[in-house]
């Protein structure tokens, strides 16, 4: 894809953000493909928590039906956005909290900014939150002369670390603990001097680092897992108590939510609250969850701003795939059995928003601008093996979703005066393939691309429009026999895979 | 035209080509379970859980609870309770030349005050047994939030009839409008190499007391 010779267009759109990448996918993944020491962090941490979600979801019998729960109520509030958002707002204000609305991310970090400008100071904590970092705050507040202290463990590490998370349950998932040792020695003042890299000592270092700002500050920010359309009710789930910290100890709680992440009734957290765990951390249920509505007096913050954040939800809205996407959890399950995520990890991707629901989100919230942007690699960032759509607790169709994308990206440069190869090879591909007979034909003549291939059964190049796939990968040679010719073999009874058996 | 207006309005013309209503959702996943509140398998499966998640657990009958009380807190020289505490609890808290600090009584204490005390006990709202979560409400004997987070530990008392079997029974319990939190074992990391530290930033020790 990155051959076209034409001139790369440069949109408005494009401007720099968290949600995109300066490289194009291809490019930035061979950079990140090279890190020895990321991969092994990866393999471990993916396959590890790949193993304690099966656990944990193999023991609900009825885990598929809490799924389509889950899909179905997604529906719902994406159709009937309006007024849950209104009902939300008047719950949210009835029950002391201010609401604010923001069409962008500069919009939302202005109004933090106010809001902690007018309570006198100069430094706030922060609960870990994608929405947040979606909109860059941390930087935003620094340029304006605030410091914004992330307390979960992990995003203070990428803090520390002047870095970038690259996932999004375990942002520093890409570390290892000698390299978490060295930025605490490096960065954080009180360090012990004789801190280990031992897990446990380093946890605690982090607890006795950030006690201190939790017992003194005025002012928390925090994203959200659910607001409750019926009752005005904010949901966080978090594991280390930080997220309790935030939203209970300081006088003023600035919360920032995406306008998706409505549910319509108190009720239905019965679904959420069991499918996020199991399919985040791979628990039955993270340490803690905290729920709060408006202003409790005498109980918690007694200044709750709310903070209702579009910066492109409504583009995705009006889209098909879009909409699906919006259905996000943020549970990361899919992230963790993705093979090009484990492989290339989240840096990659250029956005906040990585693997497979990443290749996604992106380019919906940021648009796709055809060749010249590398929002366009995104969707090709996927092996379509399904396992992703396996693992969503709302069950959203992602490989048919980055297909979708495909297409388009295909499409948006048929404008141009050369056709791409890539063009080309998709209109033959499906010509092809809509046609049994024509499908089986070029199956039997796989075999001969046996013979172009190398000793170690790869086809390096193809001619044109073949060389369009293997420009950017390894094509790997034809099987001896094609599925349909194998199973005719071992399944003389039967006309075609699927049938009758 | 106001941010608020302009959002609203930009979600109405998104979905201005729907005309279908979108399905019902289905609710045929479990959400009351086989056994009672409070029944023998519910206890069994709580108490398996919150071991699981690393949290002290003891079954004890109305007669032993004052004791077990006095013996959690062995280690403790300092608790912290709500006003509304049962007094007997409150008694068997003290036990031992413990301190015993009120919040709200006379004042409420700052967060620095909490953090020089060593243990915080309370009663819950509801356990549930399939996720080994017990979850506070801020009802009686329970406090405000900050009570039961910056003590190093926390002692809830929880009678066997609150801990229902799955979590759809534990929701139908509670009242969204009072601060809820839930708690699934002591605080824990798994940040650093996926490895887990329990303890980072609330209670390091939880210790659960089940009277039945
Ligand atoms: S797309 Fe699904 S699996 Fe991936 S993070 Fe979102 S909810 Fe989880």
Redo the contacts between chains.
């Keep these: 894809m990155s051959t076209f010779l034409g001139i790369p267009r440069k949109h408005a759109a494009q401007e720099e953000s968290p949600l995109r990448g300066t490289l194009p996918f291809p490019k930035a993944a061979r950079k990140e493909l090279a890190n020895g020491q990321l991969r092994r962090?990866l393999a471990?941490?993916t396959s590890?928590?790949r193993t304690k979600r099966a656990q944990v979801v193999d023991e609900m019998?009825?885990w598929e039906?809490?799924r389509?729960?889950g899909a179905?109520?997604k529906?719902?509030v994406?159709?009937?956005?309006?007024a849950l958002?209104?009902q939300f707002e008047a719950n949210v204000i009835a029950?002391g909290g201010v609401v604010?609305?923001?069409?962008d991310a500069q919009?939302a970090n202005r109004i933090v900014t106010d809001l902690v400008r007018a309570q006198g100071v100069d430094e706030v904590i922060k609960v870990k939150s994608m929405a947040t970092q979606e909109i860059g705050l941390n930087e935003y507040l620094e340029d304006n002369g605030i410091a914004a202290v992330e307390?979960?463990?992990?995003e203070l590490?990428v803090q520390l670390g002047h870095d970038k998370p690259s996932h999004i349950l375990?942002p520093?998932?890409h570390?290892?603990?000698t390299e978490?040792r060295d930025i605490f020695l490096a960065e954080m003042a009180d360090a012990p001097a004789d801190l280990t890299d031992e897990?446990?000592r380093?946890?605690m270092a982090?607890?006795e680092h950030?006690?201190r700002k939790?017992?003194?500050s005025k002012v928390a920010i925090s994203g959200t897992n659910f607001g409750?359309a019926?009752?005005g009710?904010i949901g966080v789930v978090e594991?280390?108590?930080?997220g309790?910290?935030c939203v209970?100890?300081p006088d003023t709680l600035i919360t920032v939510m995406g306008?998706e992440k409505i549910l319509p009734t108190?009720?239905d957290?019965?679904?959420f609250?069991?499918l996020l765990?199991r399919s985040s951390?791979g628990?039955?249920?993270?340490?803690?969850?905290?729920?709060?509505?408006g202003v409790?007096p005498?109980?918690?913050p007694q200044n709750f701003h709310l903070i209702?954040l579009?910066n492109g939800r409504?583009?995705a809205?009006?889209d098909q795939v879009g909409r699906a996407a919006l259905h996000c959890i943020r549970c990361s399950a899919c992230l963790n059995v993705c093979p090009v995520y484990e492989r290339t990890g989240g840096h990659a991707y250029g956005s906040v928003y990585p693997g497979p629901i990443g290749a996604v989100l992106t380019p919906q919230l940021t648009g796709m601008h055809g060749h010249g942007d590398v929002n366009s690699t995104l969707p090709y960032a996927s092996s379509l093996c399904g396992a992703c759509y396996d693992v969503c607790p709302v069950k959203i169709p992602i490989p048919d979703l980055l297909v979708e994308l495909r297409g388009r990206a295909v499409d948006a440069d048929r404008g141009r005066t050369i056709p791409g190869g890539w063009d080309a090879a998709m209109k033959a591909a499906s010509w092809i393939m809509s046609n049994p007979t024509r499908f089986a034909a070029v199956e039997k003549g796989l075999a001969a691309g046996r013979l172009v291939a190398g000793k170690d059964q790869k086809i390096k190049h193809l001619p044109f429009p073949g060389s369009a796939w293997t420009h950017s990968k390894d094509m790997p040679a034809p099987p001896k026999q094609t599925f349909r010719q194998w199973w005719k073999q071992t399944h003389p009874d039967t006309d075609q895979p699927g049938g009758p058996a | 035209m106001?941010?608020?207006d302009?959002?609203?309005n930009?979600?109405?013309?998104?979905?201005a080509a729907?005309t279908a209503?979108?399905?019902?959702?289905?609710?045929?996943?479990?959400?009351v379970g086989d056994n009672p509140p409070g029944s023998p398998p519910v206890l069994e499966l709580m108490v398996d859980?919150l071991i699981d998640?690393k949290a002290v657990v003891r079954e004890v009958t109305p007669d032993q609870l004052a004791d077990a009380i006095d013996d959690a807190l062995t280690g403790s020289r300092s608790v912290v309770i709500a006003q509304d505490l049962d007094p007997d609890l409150a008694a068997a808290a003290a036990r031992s030349n413990r301190t015993v600090t009120i919040d709200g009584n006379p004042a409420?204490l700052t967060?620095?005050e909490l953090?020089s005390i060593d243990a915080v006990i309370t009663t819950a709202k509801v356990g549930?047994a399939?996720?080994?979560?017990i979850t506070l409400d801020?009802g009686p004997g329970q406090g405000?939030?900050?009570i039961t987070?910056?003590p190093d530990f926390h002692l809830i008392v929880l009678h066997a009839d609150q801990i229902v079997q799955t979590?759809?029974e534990a929701?139908?319990r509670?009242d969204?409008?009072?601060?809820?939190?839930?708690?699934?074992?002591?605080?824990?990391?798994?940040?650093?190499?996926?490895?887990r530290?329990e303890?980072?930033?609330?209670?390091r020790t939880l210790y659960v007391l089940i009277v039945g």
């Design positions: 962090n471990h941490a590890v928590i019998p009825d039906a809490l389509d729960a179905a109520t529906t719902q994406m159709s009937n956005l309006p958002l209104e029950r604010h609305w923001a069409t919009e307390t979960d463990l992990a590490i375990v520093a998932i570390r290892n603990r978490v897990p446990r380093l946890a982090a607890r950030l006690r939790f017992l003194r409750i019926e009752t009710t594991s280390e108590g930080n309790r910290m209970t100890l306008i108190f009720t957290l019965e679904v609250l069991q765990p951390t628990e039955r249920m993270n340490p803690y969850t905290s729920l709060w509505t409790t005498g109980d918690g209702l579009d409504t583009n809205l009006a | 106001s941010s608020r302009a959002v609203l930009r979600i109405r013309a998104a979905l729907d209503p979108p399905p019902p959702i289905p609710r045929d996943y479990i959400r859980r998640y409420v967060p620095a953090d549930i399939l996720s080994g979560t801020g405000r939030r900050a987070l910056v979590v759809p929701i139908a509670l969204p409008l009072r601060p809820l939190t839930m708690i699934a074992g002591p605080s824990a990391t798994s940040d650093i190499e996926l490895e530290v303890g980072v930033h609330g209670p």
